[in-house]
């Protein structure tokens, strides 16, 4: 039971560990991290019960009753965030008003000396006590993780019919997963807590293997079958959002192939670059083929846009006038203007981003490299 809790535990950190090392992290990765970092805690607090080491952590005694009240906000939280967008702060917080008042309600017994709090632990552990309104307080945790579940799994069923998106289909499984986990945990404690105390350390093993098997489950299929603890690289991203983009295009792949031929002969003898007024829809007319149809084959077949492809070609033509010593009475940003560049921003923010290097330091360098 201890590796059970103790691997789990560490996956859960991991997870995390992936998630905050993200770029681009969204509200639902936070909100993931928190779930993780709560589980992880649930984890611990399930060892501690399982092996009953309340005698050197008394103050823990209890402390599982709140998990309820974090898990199922958290969820609920991470699936509408994850379906309709960013929550609002104050909405968020809101939610967890229950768990804050059972860590109030936790107070006096924390303030309580260690032998006495000791001796009532020993007192529940014996049946010789049992805490106050303990099956009330029981039916309202079942009542409250059931009606944020229902409301999450409602909402993420209704998407995943309208949605290809892996991790919806990612947080579908995640939650049938977990209802599946609640509802046989919450069937073993309502077995002690109403007819068989006697097996409370049984719930404590059921409760530790269940989640454990769960946080394994969604590490294995949330990092195998999404890009969710690590996010998708820049290229593939881009590439799947111009794949979608098009997915409606009357553009086939022979055609595409033509264009691009035509698009490289055209740039390549014509030299249109050099016009700083040049645009898409000029080109477009120039060459004679249809505006979306150009753009769609400048971003599938050469993974650009239309201004990087321009601004690329008009970087090699400054690259070759700045070499040649006709050009030393100009500034290097009169030599971008005959290359087709009109912002001098604009152009040593693309030669930076083509070439690692400002203007003037690619001109000392090849300067050097080029004898007199």
């Not at 990765?29 to 993780?36: S, T």
Request: with cysteine; charged share 20%.
């Amino acid at each position: 039971m201890t590796f059970l809790a103790f691997s789990s535990i560490a996956l859960c950190f991991l997870l995390a560990f992936l998630l905050i090392s993200k770029k681009g992290k969204t509200q639902s990765d936070y909100i993931l991290i928190a779930w993780l970092s709560v589980t992880a805690a649930e984890l611990a607090i399930f060892h501690i019960d399982y092996y009953w080491l309340y005698q050197q952590y008394s103050w823990l005694f209890g402390i599982k009753a709140i998990f309820p009240f974090l898990h199922a906000p958290l969820i609920a939280l991470y699936t509408l965030s994850m379906i309709k967008g960013r929550r609002q702060a104050f909405h968020i917080v809101l939610n967890f008003l229950p768990a804050l008042l059972f860590l109030l309600s936790q107070v006096p017994f924390w303030l309580q000396p260690v032998t006495e709090r000791i001796e009532l632990i020993d007192q529940i552990a014996e049946g010789r006590i049992i805490a106050d309104a303990s099956e009330i307080i029981g039916v309202f945790i079942l009542a409250y993780v059931a009606t944020y579940l229902a409301f999450s799994f409602r909402l993420t069923r209704n998407t995943i019919k309208k949605s290809d998106n892996p991790n919806i289909k990612w947080l579908y499984l995640l939650l049938s997963s977990y209802i599946i986990l609640w509802v046989g945990v919450a069937i073993s404690a309502a077995i002690v807590l109403f007819k068989a105390p006697e097996y409370y350390q049984l719930v404590a093993a059921i409760s530790l293997f269940g989640f454990t098997i769960f946080v394994w489950l969604i590490a294995i299929i949330g990092i195998k079958e999404t890009q969710l603890f690590y996010g998708l690289t820049e290229k593939v991203e881009r590439t799947l959002n111009i794949k979608k983009r098009y997915e409606k295009s009357g553009l086939n792949e022979q055609d595409a192939e033509h264009y691009l031929l035509r698009l490289r002969e055209y740039i390549e003898l014509e030299k249109p670059y050099l016009d700083s007024h040049l645009s898409l829809k000029k080109m477009a007319e120039e060459l004679e083929i249809s505006e979306n149809h150009l753009s769609q084959t400048i971003n599938q077949k050469l993974d650009c846009n239309f201004f990087d492809l321009i601004n690329e070609y008009r970087i090699e033509e400054f690259k070759n006038k700045v070499i040649q010593n006709e050009y030393d009475y100009l500034t290097l940003f009169a030599i971008a203007q005959q290359c087709g560049f009109n912002s001098k921003s604009t152009f040593n923010i693309a030669f930076k981003k083509m070439t690692g290097l400002t203007p003037s330091q690619y001109k000392s360098q090849i300067r050097e490299l080029i004898p007199n």
